[in-house]
């Protein structure tokens, strides 16, 4: 069974930053696109990065390029959402999703339970 596990999220200041952490278990994960999505309240989930299994492939959301910055570690079975410069839209729940493929902006097959970021003004 697969699961993906989010940790790192919490409360900073407008200009800080914060660093999100997923880890995957449950299934060879090669060949599988890692990401991030966040969910405001009171707004539908959105797409927030991805990136490939061998990382030549990254996508961002044009209101996080440029301040975020999505990797992955194979070994680990870990994907990293580095956040700097956060504004208080970005104030969401994140969440971790994966998909076979080379890119998981849209359906992933799995979830995490997600994350909050709260920033503040």
């Known amino acids: 069974q697969v699961q993906l596990v989010e940790s790192g999220g919490g409360l900073v200041q407008a200009g800080g930053s914060l660093r999100l952490s997923c880890a995957a278990s449950?299934?060879?994960?090669?060949?599988?696109?890692m990401g991030w999505f966040r969910q405001a309240p009171g707004k539908e989930r959105e797409f927030v990065a991805t990136?490939?299994?061998?990382?030549?492939?990254?996508y961002y959301a044009d209101s996080v390029k440029g301040r975020f910055t999505i990797s992955r570690d194979n070994v680990k079975n870990m994907v990293h959402l580095q956040m700097n410069s956060l504004k208080p839209e970005d104030t969401a729940i994140y969440y971790c999703?994966?998909?076979?493929?080379?890119?998981?902006?849209?359906?992933?097959?799995?979830w995490g339970q997600g994350t909050q970021v709260t920033v503040s003004s």
């Open positions: 999703a994966a998909k076979p493929g080379v890119r998981v902006n849209t359906t992933p097959n799995y």
């Open positions: 449950g299934r060879t994960f090669t060949n599988v696109a």
């Open positions: 990136i490939s299994w061998t990382g030549t492939t990254i």
